[in-house]
C-alpha cells in the first residue's frame, strides 16, 4: 500500500500569510507513460464532503481561487494558500489515486492565528 | 451533471451487516470507479474500496474480509456491505465517482451501538 505522510498536522496562521502543507508518498505516484501525477488535494469543512481543489497535484480545479496551488513530482507534494483568508479554515487531505488502495494522508487542520 | 445519493441504515447494532447504496443521476458506469470512503468522528478519511463497469473491485487491504461492493446497472446504483459491524464502524459514510476530481455523495452517518 502506499502511505502517505502529510505535514504539519495542524497550522495557524495569519490572515493574508501563507500556509504551506506537504505530502509525502512512500512510492512515487507518477505515471511516466502519461506524464502525470496520480494525487489530489482536498478541502473539508465540517459537515461537508471533502472538496476537490487540486488534481493531477498541480491542476487546480475549476471554481477555486487562485491563491490555491500545487506543486511536487514523484513522492514530494505541497500545497500552498498564498493569501489565507478566513474561510480557508478547514482539514486538507491528500489522496493519491495511482494504485489501489486509493489511500489519503491524514489531514492538516488549518486555523487562523 | 452527475449527482450521487446515498442511503441505507443509519444505526446498527454489533455484528449486524452495513448496507449502503449511491444512485447515480446524469452519468453512465462506463469509464469510471464507483467508490466508498469513511470517517470515523473527528478523524480523518478512509479509502473503502472501489467498483469499475464491468464489476472488478478493489478492496481496502484492513477491511477484504468483511466488504462488498456490488454494481446494478439497470437501476443505476451501487452498493456497499460491511458485515460484523463493531463500534469502530461508526462514521460516516461517502459513496463516490472516480479518482484525481471526485463526485461524492452528501455522506450518511452509520452509528453502531448496542
Known amino acids: 500500500d502506499i502511505v502517505l505522510t502529510q505535514s504539519p498536522d495542524s497550522l495557524a496562521v495569519s490572515l493574508g500569510e501563507r500556509a504551506t502543507i506537504n505530502c509525502r508518498s512512500s512510492?512515487?505516484?507518477?505515471?511516466?507513460?502519461?506524464?502525470?501525477?496520480?494525487l489530489t488535494w482536498y478541502q473539508q469543512k465540517p459537515g461537508q464532503p471533502p472538496k476537490v481543489l487540486i488534481y493531477?497535484?498541480?491542476t487546480r480545479e475549476s471554481g477555486v481561487p487562485d491563491r490555491f496551488s500545487g506543486s511536487g513530482s514523484g513522492t514530494d507534494f505541497t500545497l500552498t494558500i498564498s493569501s489565507l483568508q478566513s474561510e480557508d479554515v478547514a482539514v486538507y487531505y491528500c489522496?493519491?489515486?495511482?494504485?489501489?488502495?486509493?489511500?489519503f494522508g491524514r489531514g492538516t487542520k488549518v486555523e487562523i492565528k | 451533471q452527475v449527482q450521487l445519493q446515498q442511503w441505507g441504515a443509519g444505526l446498527l447494532k454489533p455484528s449486524e451487516t452495513l448496507s449502503l447504496t449511491c444512485a447515480v443521476y446524469?452519468?453512465?458506469?462506463?469509464?469510471?470507479?464507483w467508490g466508498w470512503i469513511r470517517q470515523p468522528p473527528g478523524k480523518g478519511l478512509e479509502w473503502i474500496g472501489e467498483?469499475?463497469?464491468?464489476?472488478?473491485?478493489n478492496y481496502n487491504p484492513s477491511l477484504t474480509s468483511r466488504v462488498t461492493i456490488s454494481l446494478d446497472t439497470s437501476k443505476n446504483q451501487f452498493s456497499l456491505k460491511l458485515s460484523s459491524v463493531t463500534a469502530a464502524d461508526t462514521g460516516v459514510y461517502y459513496c463516490?465517482?472516480?479518482?484525481?476530481?471526485?463526485?461524492w455523495g452528501q455522506g450518511i452517518l452509520v452509528s453502531v451501538s448496542s
Open positions: 467498483i469499475d463497469h464491468t464489476g472488478s473491485t
Open positions: 463516490a465517482r472516480g479518482w484525481g476530481r471526485p463526485t
Open positions: 489522496q493519491q489515486f495511482y494504485s489501489p488502495p486509493r489511500t
Open positions: 493531477w497535484a498541480s
Open positions: 446524469g452519468g453512465s458506469f462506463s469509464g469510471y470507479y
Open positions: 512510492q512515487s505516484v507518477f505515471y511516466s507513460s502519461n506524464n502525470k501525477n496520480y
